[in-house]
C-alpha cells in the first residue's frame, strides 16, 4: 500500500476549485503509481466515473488519445487558473484539442491554444 494525499475536488462537468494544498488527507491505495487523488463532483463522466467517487491521479506531461485526465485550463472565458475538470483527452491536430465527457448530454470542449 501506498499513502497519497487527498488534495481536493474535481469537475466532472464545469470546472471547479480544486485544490487545498493546505488541508488535505491521506489516503491509503494499492495504485503506485497514484500521486494523488480528487473526489469527483458532477455527472459528466458517468457512468464510467460516478459522483462522489475517489480518483487516483498520476501526474504526466503527456497524454494519449482517449486517455482520462485531470485537466487545468488557464486563461479561458470557461474556467480559471483555479479549476480543474476530468475528461478524455483528444487531440485533433497539434493546436486543437477536445475535452470529452462520457455522458453525450455534456458538450465537448474545445481548446485552441
Do not use: R, W
Not at 494525499?5 to 487545498?20: K, V, Y
Not at 473526489?39 to 488519445?65: A, R, Y
Not at 472565458?77 to 453525450?104: A, G, M, R, W, Y
Amino acid at each position: 500500500y501506498k499513502a497519497v494525499p487527498l488534495l481536493g475536488s474535481s469537475a466532472a462537468g464545469t470546472p471547479i476549485q480544486a485544490i487545498d494544498p493546505n488541508e488535505y488527507q491521506l489516503l491509503q491505495t494499492t495504485k503506485l503509481k497514484a500521486d494523488f487523488a480528487l473526489s469527483i463532483k458532477g455527472h459528466s463522466m458517468e457512468p464510467m466515473i460516478t459522483d462522489g467517487s475517489i480518483i487516483f491521479v498520476h501526474q504526466t506531461p503527456h497524454l494519449e488519445n482517449g486517455e482520462i485526465g485531470v485537466f487545468q485550463i488557464n486563461n479561458t472565458s470557461f474556467s480559471t487558473d483555479e479549476e480543474v475538470t476530468c475528461k478524455i483527452f483528444k487531440q485533433l491536430s497539434p493546436e486543437h484539442i477536445q475535452l470529452l465527457s462520457v455522458n453525450p448530454e455534456y458538450p465537448a470542449i474545445d481548446i485552441n491554444p
